[in-house]
């Protein structure tokens, strides 16, 4: 059983940072970052493979986003800079025994999320 945990999360300002992490049974898999507005369906954000060879950004956060991972301490982290208001959302990260899929179909384990606000 994979257990995921999000933390990191919190209230910016417009042109913050905030770095998320996700700890938990990684290990050999790909990592990927999901988001979720009120009203909105849970849509990919970026994804690294398990090796740190392949990555992948939806093209909303590319640029602003950068996701790496620490294998030693099984923790993936979301490094978020310039932030925007229609970033809000809950963040839920996700593994995958694919190389670096953007499906949330082809994950198979969730964290429970965890809440950023980004205030304008």
């Known amino acids: 059983q994979v257990q995921l945990v999000e933390s990191g999360g919190g209230l910016v300002q417009a042109g913050g940072s905030l770095t998320l992490s996700c700890a938990g049974s990684?290990?050999?898999?790909?990592v990927g970052w999901f988001r979720q507005a009120p009203g909105k369906e849970r849509e990919f954000v970026a994804v690294?493979?398990?090796?740190?060879?392949?990555?992948y950004y939806s093209d909303s956060v590319k640029g602003r986003f950068t996701i790496s991972r620490d294998n030693a301490k099984n923790t993936v982290y979301l490094q978020m800079n310039s932030l925007k208001s229609e970033d809000t959302a809950v963040y839920y990260c996700?593994?995958?025994?694919?190389?670096?899929?953007?499906?949330?179909?082809?994950?198979?384990?969730w964290g429970q999320g965890t809440q950023v606000t980004v205030s304008s």
């Open positions: 690294i493979s398990w090796s740190r060879s392949t990555t």
């Open positions: 990684v290990g050999m898999y790909a």
């Open positions: 996700a593994t995958s025994g694919s190389l670096a899929p953007r499906i949330a179909g082809l994950y198979d384990y």
